[in-house]
């Protein structure tokens, strides 16, 4: 058994290599055992590399180490890199795999591999105990995998097509591993042209579809356009609101797939909704676009049988039970179709000339007046009591939303994991740019601790030119704030958040909604059992309170080692004299900073009134 000397060409060099020249910037690690090799390029990288390596990011956990690669490759739409270990890291970052893949988040996973030589017969034989307890039988089917790493000499061409699959359409996580045999092989050094190796190009609207669609949304009374994952890609937003401005009755409802994809400036914004919407039961021609849950049956649904949708993955293929029951169904990308879409619609005259007419005026008419009367309503809602009322007035989520709005630049970004919550933060932060909303894209909650710090870190990265990936960051990007709920707070791991936060410099304020526990499972029981015995108890009974309260700052500030400003508040006085000196943490100290706001009590036990006005509320906004 020999080590590995100064100069050797090994795999795992060769791997690191293969995702720098693929354009991975950052790599998010958690090592084990299985790792001597990759240890050992990492520091032959450093030393001989020097701004041709991929930066490495240490994460003391998996969930944490994925959710930062997912808002960094979400924000940047390019893939990054997470290695974990063996068959426990794996199973450490499952929930944020869920994610990024319902996100369709490109990501590169590596994990190791228990040695599988015993007595030295290759370098990177077993040399520990931990060896034979982490030799599963079937490693990969702890997450879906697409290759193996077998053999070094083919190693770029195996992450090459792992990431080719990251990047297509629909784009998500992939998995490599590779026993520490394989990663230890020594072999020549050599090169890929990567231009051979670039993702699927977008797919297109055949001719007909295009034809069929453009009619149907001039003809229709009241279309509405269901869309959401179209914001992943920017171009996209700004191609829906060009359809927008040419279809004057045209709405759009943004379902709140991932990032926000419509701007709730436009008109024909709805804004944000779970799948609940009074429009999609009025409408007479719905178009549904890279959409995962358009409606929610039990609880609306159209009227309408014109129905069309355009998706990266009409079939679902993730789903064992999906169906919407559309008169045509088109495998095609977002941006491509609208712009297809655009320009039927601008080069064809007698479409041009019905668009003018007088029904298409007064929708026109009608359209805006309606968005003024829902602008309105959500400026009423988030506005401040008299200063006479503020230090006894509690805090509620559409106040709060509305100061932050106030109080923060207006570039900032938000990453948003705020669960029941959801739809009271989006009317009011009221998003307008692409990419300045990012919420979880799957149910597996603690995301947003690890995807702020990750969108973050991107924005610093390519704030510079040429892009600088130094030790210090420079907190020259956008800024970021994380708005989580209490319960999905502590799933985020805040112990390893708080600690890279600080050991990386990436500075996010964080604002905690706390209402004293988990209220969505109450929600779900009340909207199957309204009157069984769970609606007649607290959240104590039910098993879903916090109550007595972690000091939620309190532990990001410990996990910081003192480099995190923490707070919290309980009236409106209170957050208007706490709120702006978070903020100057974040921009002008380079720390995050941590608030905890204490919801009034009227949004902690949620009665059978209050889901069914919550429902109708998401429905009317």
């Known amino acids: ?33 299985d790792h001597p090799s990759i240890i050992e390029a990492m520091v032959k990288g450093a030393n001989e590399k020097k701004g041709e390596f991929p930066r490495i990011i240490t994460c003391p956990n998996e969930m944490v180490a994925l959710s930062m690669a997912d808002g960094f490759a979400r ?48 370098r990177g034989s077993r040399t520990e105990y931990i060896h034979w307890i982490q030799d599963v039988p079937d490693q990969k089917q702890i997450v879906a995998q697409y290759c193996e790493i077998r053999f070094g000499r083919n190693v770029k061409q195996i992450v090459n097509r792992a990431l080719q699959f990251a990047t297509s359409d629909p784009a998500g996580p992939v998995y490599l ?37 453009a009619e149907a949304l001039v003809e229709a009374k009241e279309p509405l356009l269901l869309v959401g994952y179209t914001g992943r890609n920017e171009d996209s937003v700004h191609a829906a609101a060009k359809l927008a401005d040419l279809i004057p009755g045209l709405r759009v409802l943004d379902t709140g797939g991932s990032d926000m994809c419509f701007p709730a400036n436009h008109p024909a914004s709805l804004g944000l909704r779970y799948g609940v919407e ?23 649904k159209p009227s309408t049988k014109k129905i069309y949708h355009i998706d990266v993955d009409p079939l679902k293929q993730q789903m064992p039970v999906f169906y919407i029951n559309a008169l045509a169904r088109y495998k095609a990308d977002s941006h491509t179709a609208f712009t297809q879409l655009t320009n039927y619609l601008t080069s064809t005259p007698s479409l041009q000339t019905t668009l003018c007419d007088p029904a298409h005026i007064s929708a026109r008419e009608s359209r805006q007046h309606e968005h ?107 800024f970021v704030c994380q708005i989580v709920g209490d319960g999905t707070f ?112 009227e949004l902690v036990d949620m009665t059978k009134e209050d889901v069914t006005d919550a429902v109708k509320g998401a429905s009317s906004g």
Not at 17 to 28: D, K, P, R
Not at 79 to 89: E, F, K, L, R, S
């Open 75 to 122: 924000l940047t739409r390019k893939p990054q890199c997470v290695i974990v270990h063996v068959d426990v890291g794996t199973q450490g970052l499952a929930a944020a795999v869920h994610n990024a893949s319902c996100g369709r988040a490109p990501v590169l996973i590596f994990a190791g591999l228990s040695p599988i030589t015993l007595e030295g017969e290759y």
């Open 177 to 213: 591993y590779g026993t520490r045999e394989a990663m230890e092989e020594e072999i020549d050094p050599y090169q890929l042209d990567q231009a051979q190796w670039h993702s699927v190009e977008p797919a297109a609207l055949p001719e007909s579809g295009v034809k069929t669609i």
């Open 278 to 300: 009074e429009h999609i039961s009025s409408a007479d021609m719905i178009l549904v676009v890279d959409c995962d849950i358009p409606w929610i049956p039990t609880q609306c």
């Open 1 to 33: 058994m020999g080590s590995m000397q100064r100069g050797s060409y090994t795999t795992s060099f060769a791997f690191f290599e293969a995702i720098w020249e693929a354009g991975i910037t950052h790599v998010f690690v958690n090592l084990g055992s």
């Open 490 to 601: 502590l799933f985020s791991v805040p112990g390893s958040v708080y600690w890279i936060s600080q050991r990386y410099n990436v500075p996010i304020l964080t604002i905690v909604l706390n209402n004293k526990g988990w209220n969505a499972p109450r929600r779900s029981l009340l909207l199957v059992h309204p009157d069984g015995e769970g609606s007649k108890v607290d959240n104590k009974a039910l098993n879903i309170s916090f109550e007595p309260t972690p000091d939620f700052s309190g532990i990001a500030k410990a996990a910081a080692g003192g480099r995190c400003w923490a707070g919290c508040v309980r009236s409106l006085a209170e957050l208007l004299r706490e709120l702006p000196g978070a903020v100057r943490a974040v921009k002008e100290e380079g720390i995050s900073a941590v608030l905890e706001v204490k919801l009034g009590d």
């Open 372 to 478: 003024n009367q829902r602008t309105e309503s959500r400026t009423e809602a988030g506005r401040l009591p008299p200063e006479s009322q503020l230090s006894t007035t509690s805090i509620n989520p559409s106040t709060l939303a509305a100061q932050l709005r106030t109080h923060l630049p207006p570039t900032t970004i938000f990453a948003v994991e705020a669960v029941t919550l959801t739809g009271f933060i989006a009317d009011q932060i009221a998003p307008i740019l692409p990419k300045t909303w990012i919420n979880c894209g799957g149910g597996g909650l603690g995301w947003s601790g690890g995807g702020a710090l990750g969108i973050k870190l991107a924005s610093d990265y390519y704030s510079t030119s040429p892009p600088s990936s130094s030790p210090k960051n420079t907190n020259s990007g956008s």
